[in-house]
């Protein structure tokens, strides 16, 4: 891992991001900018708002409950990310979908995309509780039936079986050629990122070379929400396996909750105790991130300036008009 030169702190922590198809997503306050590189070879970005409910209501910014907010609004901030990617990307024409007009003649929104991301998302869901949840206590049963009762041991050998799951899943689908590409894109991010948090100038050398490794990185959030809930599993009943699966259900926010306040810590701090329970998701990142190429840096770099216009502003007049328009048009 490349090492990290000094970074300002009140930079920490003011912008964040998401791989997309072909693209790259950076939201920094209330502003979201996603770029993607398009067959052509040309970049199109779009602008919008998502205005968080931990600035509209007090109670939702209080810890853990706001670890509970932001997984639920990264969730729906991510469905509706992938699908302005793929219709920028012009996916919905792939589908064969012919366009329908709205009055004034302009072209009516597909819903063909949004019903399969729904469905998607649901499906992934399902399967994450299968694998993540019930399959390690399945096996952990198994287990035990050979073994006799373990005591406490039984929980460790769930959450070992349940790590093994999850890096294997991972390691599955970056044989994948489209999602090898994002995870280029998601070190793209990562490097840019960091890039500005070193007050460097965002250009594609000063972005290579940083690291695409960020403590931050929403696969850190899975390891550490993954050894929170093997803690929990201390604590859960193994007399029904079913029991057992709903409980942890139940104390899944609780998870995400606490898991999400190391995260932010760690994101802004740099200590011995940071490092060490950073490291497994640090070093997942070695799966579910690539190093990118010069057009994929451009696309995250481009997007990281269009999220933060105040310290970036658009270069031409032609640009400025053209986010007001896209910003409208979202909140519309």
Not at 38 to 64: Q, R
Not at 165 to 180: E, G, H, N, P, T
Not at 244 to 260: A, E, H, N
Request: hydrophobic share 45%.
């Amino acid at each position: 891992m490349k090492k990290q030169t000094c970074y300002i702190p009140e930079r920490r922590g003011k912008v964040g991001g998401q791989a997309v198809l072909e693209g790259v997503m950076m939201k920094s306050g209330d502003r979201v900018a996603l770029t993607v590189r398009k067959d052509d070879g040309t970049m199109e970005t779009k602008n919008s708002t998502f205005v968080s409910a931990k600035t509209k209501h007090p109670i939702c910014n209080l810890p853990i409950i706001r670890g509970v907010v932001s997984f639920v609004e990264s969730l729906i901030l991510s469905f509706s990310t992938l699908n302005d990617s793929a219709e920028m990307l012009g996916i919905d024409e792939e589908l064969n979908e012919p366009k329908k007009k709205n009055a004034d003649g302009t072209d009516k929104k597909s819903h063909t995309l949004d019903i399969l991301m729904l469905v998607a998302t649901v499906l992934g869901i399902a399967l994450a509780i299968f694998l993540f949840m019930f399959l390690p206590t399945f096996f952990t049963k198994i287990i035990v039936r050979f073994t006799g009762d373990l005591g406490l041991w039984q929980s460790v050998i769930e959450g070992v079986i349940k790590i093994g799951i999850f890096v294997a899943y991972m390691l599955l689908v970056s044989l994948m050629k489209d999602i090898r590409r994002t995870f280029e894109y998601h070190g793209a991010e990562h490097k840019s990122i960091f890039c500005y948090e070193a007050g460097k100038e965002l250009t594609v050398e000063n972005v290579r070379e940083q690291s695409r490794f960020h403590p931050r990185c929403g696969t850190s959030f899975m390891f550490v929400m993954l050894g929170i809930s093997i803690f929990s599993g201390l604590f859960i009943t193994w007399e029904n396996m079913i029991v057992r699966v709903l409980l942890k259900l139940l104390l899944l926010p609780l998870v995400m909750g606490v898991g999400y306040e190391f995260l932010m810590y760690a994101g802004k701090h740099d200590n011995a105790f940071v490092r060490i329970l950073s490291a497994p998701g640090l070093w997942m990142q070695r799966i579910t991130t690539r190093e990118p190429d010069d057009a994929q840096i451009e696309c995250a770099i481009a997007s990281l300036k269009a999220a933060m216009p105040e310290e970036f502003p658009p270069e031409s007049k032609t640009e400025e008009i053209a986010d007001e328009t896209n910003d409208s048009t979202e909140e519309k």
